[in-house]
């Protein structure tokens, strides 16, 4: 059985539709609010749960919940996609993270989180719970933890060969000490600028920002380009990977979903382009869905979509 770690947040998603982000001053009318479980730690945890092969992959995650009614119910509606929620802390006193994102009509989603619960996510967490690390075939992270514990357990994983995947949003400049730990990094073009100084623009640009990451000692890159698709930099050789088309309702979990998908493939053996494939379509799919969690595509509707590609 192959296993997949992933440390991050948990946040519940208070979303409203908007046909532009207000300015300055500017009071707009919105529509169409709700509340969607989201975090960028739980939104690649779900996607991992529902696009792996659940007879061959098991997935755990690691966070923090409030002592609220909201956390444990996110909480158990991950044990309902099949996720180790052992993991998991409730924390006293605290409120479980929350994010205020509004969608403009255009697609783009723009997002203020409060951390809440997921700031007690500590190195003493990473310890009680390391055999979740050491005994996983890979760590998935993303930086909306304590750079500490994101720290710690990279350091668990890669002194027991578990490989160390960092998916670095939101952005935030990263000491080389991490940079060292991890084995594949998937950036966004403003995350691989805000990392790298390099603004990526083109292909050429796009290697300049993979040899930076290179030299750092990581040695797979994956530097996501929105409809573009994604450039890839293994051992130094790249190419770009393109997407599929669709009509973008959504962004919001577009990433995490295909980070998710991404190392789920891997593990299932997928060589690294085909497991791109499998991302890029699952990616897909959720941008024609609202929501973070709710757009989430399961493993036999992304099949499907990549089948229905091939006619």
């Not at 730990?181 to 300049?208: F, Y």
């Amino acid at each position: 059985m192959k296993k997949l770690t992933i440390l991050g947040s948990i946040n519940a998603d208070h979303v409203i539709s908007v046909p532009h982000f207000a300015k300055p001053g500017e009071t707009l009318t919105g529509s169409d609010y709700h509340i969607a479980y989201g975090g960028k730690g739980a939104n690649q945890a779900v996607a991992a749960a529902r696009l792996c092969d659940k007879s061959t992959t098991a997935i755990s995650f690691m966070g923090c919940i409030g002592a609220d009614g909201i956390g444990r119910t996110m909480k158990q509606a991950f044990a309902d996609d099949g996720i180790n929620v052992t993991p998991i802390l409730e924390k006293p006193g605290q409120t479980t993270g929350i994010a205020m994102i509004q969608v403009a009509a255009s697609g783009e989603n723009s997002i203020v989180i409060s951390a809440g619960a997921n700031a007690c996510l500590d190195e003493a967490q990473v310890a009680q719970f390391a055999d979740e690390i050491t005994q996983a075939d890979a760590l998935l992270m993303q930086l909306e933890a304590p750079l500490p514990a994101i720290l710690k357990a990279a350091q668990l994983a890669k002194a027991h060969s578990t490989k160390v995947v960092l998916n670095p949003a939101p952005a935030r400049s990263l000491p080389d000490e991490l940079l060292r730990q991890i084995d594949i990094i998937t950036p966004n073009e403003t995350e691989t600028e805000i990392l790298t100084g390099v603004t990526v623009t083109d292909e050429q640009s796009a290697v300049n920002a993979a040899q930076f990451f290179h030299q750092k000692g990581i040695a797979m890159v994956l530097i996501t380009l929105g409809s573009k698709g994604v450039y890839v930099s293994e051992n130094g050789k790249g190419e770009i990977v393109s997407g599929f088309r669709v009509n973008a309702v959504d962004t919001t979990a577009a990433g995490d979903t295909f980070n998710g998908a991404f190392l789920t493939a891997l593990l299932d053996g997928k060589n690294t382009f085909d497991a791109i494939k499998f991302a890029h379509a699952a990616a897909a799919i959720s941008v024609t869905r609202k929501g973070a969690q709710p757009s989430i595509p399961s493993r036999q509707e992304t099949l499907d979509f990549l089948l229905a590609q091939q006619h």
